[in-house]
C-alpha cells in the first residue's frame, strides 16, 4: 500500500490549509490514518488520527479547536484542515498506518509500517 500527502505550501500567520493523504493499496475501511509532523530541528510528533468508524482523536494540544480530520471514503483519502495556523505549525506533515495501529490509542512508538513521503507546510508572513 501506498499513502501520497498534497497541499501543503506557504500560507501567512492566521491563513488556512488542507492536507490531503490519498491512500492506494490500503482501505480505510481497514486501516486508521494518522497525521505526524517533523518541524525543523525537533522529534516527530503525532497530531491527529481518523479510524475506519470515522471517529478521530487529537495528540497535539496546540492543534485542538484550530485542526481537524475528516475521510472521503469513496476517493480514499483523509484530509486534515488546518486553520489559524501560527508559525509554530511549520513542518513536515505526514500521513502514516500501520495494521496494529489504532486511532486514540497510547502508542508505544510512532514507528509505523507505511508512510507518505510528506509535504511541506510554512507558515510565515
Known amino acids: 500500500g501506498q499513502l501520497v500527502e498534497s497541499g501543503g505550501g506557504l500560507v501567512q500567520p492566521g491563513g488556512s490549509l488542507t492536507l490531503s493523504c490519498a491512500a492506494t493499496?490500503?482501505?480505510?475501511?481497514?486501516?486508521?490514518i494518522a497525521w505526524l509532523r517533523q518541524a525543523p530541528g525537533k522529534e516527530r510528533e503525532a497530531v491527529q488520527c481518523?479510524?475506519?468508524?470515522?471517529?478521530?482523536?487529537t495528540y497535539t494540544d496546540s492543534v485542538q479547536g484550530r485542526f481537524t480530520i475528516w475521510r472521503d471514503v469513496d476517493k480514499n483519502t483523509v484530509h486534515l484542515r488546518m486553520n489559524r495556523l501560527k508559525p509554530e505549525d511549520t513542518a513536515v506533515y505526514y500521513c502514516?498506518?500501520?495494521?496494529?495501529?489504532?486511532?486514540?490509542?497510547?502508542?508505544?512508538?510512532?514507528?509505523?509500517?507505511?508512510w507518505g513521503q510528506g509535504t511541506l507546510v510554512t507558515v510565515s508572513s
Open positions: 502514516a498506518t500501520d495494521f496494529i495501529f489504532t486511532c486514540g490509542v497510547a502508542q508505544p512508538s510512532w514507528d509505523l509500517a507505511v
Open positions: 493499496g490500503i482501505s480505510l475501511d481497514y486501516y486508521d
Open positions: 481518523i479510524s475506519t468508524t470515522g471517529t478521530n482523536a
